[in-house]
T-cell receptor
Framework: GAGVSQSPSNKVTEKGKDVELRCDPI?????LYWYRQSLGQGLEFLIY????????KSGLPSDRFSAERTGGSVSTLTIQRTQQEDSAVYLC????????????FGPGTRLTVT | RKEVEQDPGPFNVPEGATVAFNCTYS??????FFWYRQDCRKEPKLLMS???SGNEDGRFTAQLNRASQYISLLIRDSKLSDSATYLC???????????FGKGTHLIIQP
């Protein structure tokens, strides 16, 4: 079946602009996760959704970051007033239920802030 | 936050050799464990789950030692295509439910 998809695959934006990153999880997966990964670094957890709810937003780096999920499916990660340090690959993953089920990752969105 | 620690490597191993690496986890309440593989500039992909009794999938064997809180991955008859970063994952310890290690970089040399 179809895996996790993300769009766009690449995004170049100017410092100060807002960006929206989209994630389509595997159909039927109730849990959805956002991570970011800087070059050569490990995964940094940002936020997860169980259904449409995000019980813990403490992983978001600043109040410029927000995320929502609608209909228990598609999720959007929004970064306002982007900064150069926001440049990274943003990965979305989904799992059948929240941990301990294995997560399946999308191909990521490579964000470059110039 | 509970941690998962891995030797970042790189491990340089000749083709055909056997290689093993461990990771340690600090959350004694962790119940589920996984190994993920991440190729350069690609997303992580599930390699295998780690069961209490240990499990094998072809050339790959995973072991869990709860007493010492470590997980191991053994790769036999290594192939050039095994070159990747291997991420160790334990359940619990964070809002996301899974805690990822930073990965061990493996390079198989011809």
């Amino acid at each position: 079946g179809a895996g996790v998809s993300q769009s766009p695959s690449n995004k170049v934006t100017e410092k100060g602009k807002d960006v929206e990153l989209r994630c389509d999880p595997i159909s039927g997966h109730t849990a959805l996760y956002w991570y970011r990964q800087s070059l050569g670094q490990g995964l940094e957890f940002l936020i997860y959704f169980q259904g449409n709810s995000a019980p813990d937003k403490s992983g978001l780096p600043s109040d410029r970051f927000s995320a929502e999920r609608t209909g228990g499916s598609v999720s959007t990660l929004t970064i306002q007033r982007t900064q150069q340090e926001d440049s990274a690959v943003y990965l979305c993953a989904s799992s059948l239920y929240r941990s301990p089920y294995e997560q399946y990752f999308g191909p990521g969105t490579r964000l470059t802030v110039t | 936050r509970k941690e998962v620690e891995q030797d970042p490597g790189p491990f340089n191993v000749p083709e055909g050799a056997t290689v093993a690496f461990n990771c340690t986890y600090s959350n004694s309440a962790s119940q589920s464990f996984f190994w993920y593989r991440q190729d350069c500039r690609k997303e992580p992909k599930l390699l295998m789950s780690v069961y209490s009794s240990g499990n094998e999938d072809g050339r790959f064997t995973a072991q869990l030692n709860r007493a010492s809180q470590y997980i191991s991955l053994l790769i036999r008859d290594s192939k050039l295509s095994d070159s990747a970063t291997y991420l160790c994952v334990a359940s619990g310890g964070g809002a996301d439910g899974l805690t990822f290690g930073k990965g061990t970089h493996l390079i198989i040399q011809p």
